[in-house]
Nanobody, 122 residues
Framework: VQVVESGGGLVQPGESLRLSCETS????????VGWFRQAPGKQREGVAK??????ATDYADSVKGRFTISRDRDTVYLQMNNLKPDDSAVYLC??????????????????WGQGTQVTVSS
């Protein structure tokens, strides 16, 4: 099983980034996936989730209307628009069995990537 994120970087406030999460070694279509972020001194936050069995999505209030999660085959994307300094964090992609639903809190034994750094600063 592999989960590999990419696409992070340094951008200015108001700009956009698209993160990618390439998966292999398991059937992504029967898993839910989520983008979580971890900033220094803050709790890990789930920002966007997608259930690949029924296409349900869920977003944190802080990113609604700005972030969009999507999937193309074995890759999951996070389109991030109108970025703000508070969006700065390491973004991690995680997959878990779809029947657990979008309210599930991923555990260490679920399929996590290593993360990609997003920094929003002028």
């Amino acid at each position: 099983v592999q989960v590999v994120e990419s696409g992070g970087g340094l951008v200015q406030p108001g700009e956009s980034l698209r993160l990618s999460c390439e998966t292999s070694g398991f059937r992504l279509d029967v898993y839910a996936v989520g983008w979580f972020r971890q900033a220094p001194g803050k709790q890990r936050e789930g920002v966007a989730k997608l259930n690949n069995k029924n296409n349900a999505t869920d977003y944190a209030d802080s990113v609604k209307g700005r972030f969009t999660i999507s999937r193309d085959r074995d890759t999951v994307y996070l389109q991030m628009n109108n970025l703000k300094p508070d969006d700065s964090a390491v973004y991690l992609c995680v997959a878990w069995p779809a029947p657990y639903g979008l309210g599930y809190a991923p555990k260490e034994y679920d399929f996590w990537g290593q993360g990609t750094q997003v920094t929003v600063s002028s």
